[in-house]
């Protein structure tokens, strides 16, 4: 169960790829490149958590040079693929950074995603995710993999820790020096 305490304690959100920042589908271009979509919400998400002061990585079970190209656009250093197996995957992670698993929230999908689920301070699943792992989870998103859960995710976070409100002032003209008012 989620409590406060827990959500206060969130200091680096990891996130599988397929099924949550991407809705799961994998298609083929006519040269054979492999494609994904990303949603340009998650990626907003993403960029307010970071400027929020947390850090947010990705685990994936494969390997995909798009997944590499779209962290390098949103600045994201934390990158491991080709580990289906997660949670050894997480625990080096996370001692590497000196955090603990209290201290993480991963989000995920698939069977693959469960074990990091159970043992992390806060275990997510998107909405139309397999039916164990949404059991599994603490917290369940609205939003389905690849439609904006992971803003979603990042959003409920930074409310319930009230930092929401002063990362979205940002966005407000008001806040724009006067010469460019």
């Keep these: 169960m989620m409590s406060s305490t827990t959500i206060e304690n969130i200091k680096l959100i990891l996130s599988d790829v397929d099924g949550v920042l991407t809705n799961g589908a994998i298609g083929f271009d006519n040269k054979g490149i492999e494609t994904k979509q990303f949603h340009i919400r998650d990626g907003l998400g993403i960029k307010m958590w970071q400027r929020a002061g ?4 990705v685990l994936t079970a494969r390997t995909s040079h798009i997944v ?21 995957a997480t625990i080096e992670l996370i001692k590497s950074l ?51 859960a992971v803003r979603e995710l990042v959003e409920m976070i930074l409310r319930k820790t009230d930092r929401w409100q002063g990362l979205v002032e940002q966005y407000y003209p008001c806040h724009l020096p006067e010469d460019q008012l």
């Design 98 to 148: 000196h955090l603990n698993l209290d201290q993480v929230c991963f989000v995920g999908d698939d069977l693959t995603d469960m074990p990091v689920i159970s043992a992390v301070g806060l275990g997510v699943a998107v909405a139309d995710a397999a039916p164990e792992v949404l059991a599994e989870a603490d917290f369940v998103t609205q939003t389905s993999g690849g439609s904006g």
């Design 68 to 88: 590499k190209v779209r962290c390098q656009e949103l600045g994201i250093d934390i990158v491991r693929q080709g580990f289906e197996n997660k949670l050894p």
């Design 54 to 57: 947390f850090q947010f990585g």
